[in-house]
């Protein structure tokens, strides 16, 4: 039996993260622990993209502390998402959620067929049997989105749900009548 790469123990790869290792040193240097717990103090989950141009808690006026953030590619209501939530909203304070998708986004740009097509052109893997969720109309998406946390029947029936996009041009959401 050949092990894979991945399941054998490897050295941390210094190199490759000597830049974040560096900078969480100066981080611990100035580092102060807080008294902050677990708990999502405005009772607040968003869901919003991976991309780096959002700032979840800026865009809303908050704090660390003060919602839960669950991030993927395209903001999508994943299983892993529904999972979350369950344990946020019985656990960790949360009462309201926030689907929050933004203009601009790379899952929002084509079909699932094209983005693994650009994959395979890139690397030479083929993903097709990863599901990316695409979309390729946002606001259909949004509202699908919306209605599977809303119906979720692991959630509590009194959990507030609502969507809004976030334009990353003005940094303006954009709430939306789901």
Known sequence: MTLSRTAILQPFPADAFADVIAANEDYAQQYTASELTGWAVKGLAVITCMDSRIAPLGVLGMQPGDAKILRNAGARVTEDVLRTLVLATYLLGVRR??????????????EEVDVHQQILEKSGV??????????????????TDVVRVRAFPLLPADLVVAGAILDVGTGRLQPMDI
Not at 97 to 110: E, F, I, R
């Open 126 to 143: 083929d993903t097709r049997s990863l599901e990316i969720r695409t979309v390729t109309d946002q606001m259909s998406a949004l509202v």
């Open 97 to 110: 959620v926030l689907v929050m998708p933004h203009t601009d986004c790379k899952m929002a740009s084509g």
